[in-house]
């Protein structure tokens, strides 16, 4: 009888206390996530068919074993004998994918069975499994008799394969792992059986101190990516398993590859090991493939995916007879999970949801458009089902955020994603009509956290804490979440609203409906933000003409230095090095037009800044699609680097009017100050009637 000691706990907890037991507190009594306990009882159900038992619920999700008493008592005397592994069949598979990967090229089945502690039909179908998962990444494994087991793949596609099969089924457990390492806990073990605590602990803090700053946060699970990834290549280069020789890793995403040579070294101080050039190519594509955690990061920097983007909105809208076409927050957030994501299936990284098949059979039509939509629009690129269904969280989180909210705040502890925390955050508000506000914070942000501020904390992980109550549910809130949490509102309903209380009896239902609406001041502020925008762009708003330039940079730094002169900017160097760096990550000349957009973001940056230059003769610089192209027209877009969001907002009305039409484009690329200015106070006016006066 082959059984975990976690899951001959629960099948004893459960014979113990027939429909007493629960699946949140099994969990809480053993210590480990539901969603632990949830994956050992499809192990549990499987023992129990042995003894020709099931596992069965009672109305309040109690957990019994349903049959016959003398097959229970026969389970019972079967336990008793048996010797449980402290290892799951994940576990097992993860040490059979390190002894492939790390021990190879070949091996006998035999071996690698008596490796594993298992039998010859058990490695078969981990092998199986092992199979299935390898090829995503382009990975071969081959069995023939009297040879063996034989693996074959380029080291990149190897290194993909074993850090997402960490991140995919171990996620949780590295969560946990990296907090106790950075409350100075000293781990004895290597963590899964494969890293090394030291490594993991400097890696973590040098990510965290020189990649994950305020400017370019990762979002939580890229972030725990990108420390796995750097620490199984620091683990395979110490085991010379290195890399192919990339011929352009110095030139190539330079941006993303200043970051990892300037990291590589440091670690190649600090732990004495010997990453190479490739070593930090290969990282820098992990890196341009993430996620940053702030939606504000992506709000203009492409003008043609937004407009693709845009696209897609009114596509879903039109299928689903809804209107999205003025969720600026829905746009904002495809805008930044979109870019990255595209980039990753460029090279063909392979894009893992553990939770595509619950948004699927949850959502269904709304995943149907999504799919439709996206294959029109982006007719040169196949997104997969898992990718796919990031994009239906969005979409879902934009459709629920219309509903009604009242009373309780609640803070979401989230570390699976923006989409998934915004669309728990959202099904929490429409579901649980008491609760009036929920905040989202991150795993890296919660430690900081007063949590004093919120009536109720919600996450979708354990939590390290032992002093403050929290309720863990599904990321997308599962109708059993929802009772729990119900019933956690009504037994504590005095503690929560103790605060609060002076309000019952006072509130008049006017009051209530004057509850929902924003107080003056924040409406008084948006005010001042938008029209000190649209201030700044059309008093700042010039077109120069250049007669002869030897290239686009003399254009661009004669403009900032004339920004400099009317104390628009302050450091003129500063603001040509982020225009630099910005050029670096990729072309700024829109395809198909005459017309380059130069934009960056900095703290010398006083009043937002759109300015045109006409150029009598063509220059060539890089275009968005990475093709070279001829411009004549430079647009010049200046921002500080704090925003707030009616401001993003002006500044991407800009952006994405520029190709929004060829009337448009005609404009922005004639250098007629007077029609360019009139088409900005045209759009200005639109977003004021359909923003601040319809709102």
Known sequence: MIITFREKSIIELIVRTAGKHTVHSLATYINVSARTIQRDLKSVEKTLKQFDLELKRTANEGLFIDGKNEQVYRLVQNLMGSQPTDETPEERKLNLLIILLHEGPSFKTKML??????????????????????????????????????????????????????????????????????????L?????????????????????????????????????????????TIQRTEHHFLLETVAEAATEYSGESKLMEALCAELNDRLSVSLTTSDAHFLS???????????????????????????????????LHVDLSDDFSLYQGLLAHMGPSIFRLNQNLELFNPLTDEIKRKYPVLFMAVAKSLEKV???????????AFIVLHFGSALLMNEEKVQINAVVICPTGIGTSKMLASRIQKEIVEINSVKILSINDFQSARFDDFDLIISTIRL???????????????????????????????????????????????????????????????????????????????VCRQQQAPDHWKVLNGMVEQAKADRL??????????????????????????????????????????????????????G??????????????????????????ILSIISTSLIESDASMMIFSSSNEKMIRQKLEDLFLDYLQNNLIKE
């Open 378 to 388: 982006f007719k040169d690129i196949n997104f997969p089902a898992d990718e796919i």
């Open 113 to 186: 069975a008596n490796q594993l502690g298992v039998s010859a039909a058990t490695l078969s179908a981990y092998l199986d499994d092992l199979t299935e998962w390898l090829g995503k990444f382009s990975i071969t494994l081959t069995r023939k008799r009297g040879v063996g087991v034989e693996l074959g793949g380029e080291e990149a596609n190897k290194r993909h394969a074993l850090a997402n099969y960490f991140l995919v089924y171990f996620y949780e457990e590295i969560v946990e792992q990296l907090y106790l390492l950075q409350q100075g806990k000293k």
């Open 285 to 319: 594509v992990v890196l341009r493939g993430s996620k940053v955690q702030g939606t504000d990061s992506g709000y203009y920097d492409s003008v043609l995916l937004g407009k693709l983007i845009q696209s897609v909105i009114g596509e879903v809208s039109a299928n």
């Open 569 to 622: 900017v302050t450091s003129v160097s500063a603001v040509m090095h982020q225009l630099e760096e910005r050029e670096k990550k990729g072309g700024l000349g829109i395809p198909n037009t005459t017309m380059g957009l130069f934009h960056c973001r900095d703290d010398s940056v006083q009043k937002l800044i759109f300015q045109v230059a006409h150029l009598e003769e063509f220059c060539t610089v890089e």
């Open 188 to 232: 004895g073990e290597p963590v899964l059986g494969y890293f090394s605590p030291h490594y993991l602990a400097e890696i973590d803090g040098l990510v965290n101190q020189r990649i994950n700053n305020e400017q370019t946060r990762l979002a939580d699970s890229d972030y725990i990516g990108l420390v796995i990834h750097v620490c199984l």
């Open 464 to 542: 390290p804490l032992t002093d403050i109550d929290y309720i863990m549910v599904s990321p997308l809130l599962s109708d059993k979440d929802i009772g729990y949490i119900e019933t956690y509102l009504q037994n504590n309903l005095e503690k929560i609203t103790r605060k609060k209380r002076y309000l019952t009896s006072e509130i008049q239902p006017e009051d209530r409906m004057q509850n929902n609406k924003p107080s003056v001041q924040t409406l008084l502020q948006e005010i001042k933000d938008v029209q000190s925008s649209m201030d700044a762009i059309l008093n700042n708003f010039r």
């Open 624 to 649: 968005m699609d990475g093709k070279s192209m001829r411009i004549k027209n430079l647009l010049l877009m200046l921002a500080p680097v704090k925003m707030s969001d009616r401001e993003q907002e």
